[in-house]
């Protein structure tokens, strides 16, 4: 079964750096899109980076300058380097694909890693 798995999350001063990583299994993971999410308490989910399967990235406003998404495929991993952490940062990151088949899509989220910028 499709599975994403989070790491690399943690508590973080402002400023800071970290390094997410997601490992995908279950599924052609080089065919695949592939995105990172995060969710602030009390705020709606909201798209951070996509990265194409063949490794074209785009950001959400904002983060460009202080983002980094990027894959291996072949250890069907995907990766978010933050930099400059803020405490608005502070949320759940969560790695995101969506499988097609001819039937139709489905959407596959990891269980999230908590991002806690704070002094």
């Known amino acids: 079964q499709v599975q994403l798995v989070e790491s690399g999350g943690g508590l973080v001063q402002p400023g800071g750096s970290l390094r997410l990583s997601c490992a995908a299994s279950?599924?052609?993971?080089?065919?695949?899109?592939m995105s990172w999410y995060r969710q602030a308490p009390g705020k709606q989910r909201e798209l951070v980076a996509n990265?194409?399967?063949?490794?074209?990235?785009k950001y959400a406003d904002s983060m460009e300058d202080r983002f980094t998404i990027s894959r291996d495929d072949s250890k069907a991993m995907v990766y978010l380097q933050m930099n400059s952490l803020k405490p608005d940062d502070t949320a759940v990151y969560y790695c995101h694909t969506v499988i097609r088949a001819w039937f139709g899509s489905t959407e596959y989220w990891g269980q999230g890693t908590q991002v806690t910028v704070s002094s």
């Open positions: 279950g599924f052609i993971f080089g065919l695949n899109d």
């Open positions: 990265i194409t399967n063949g490794g074209n990235a």
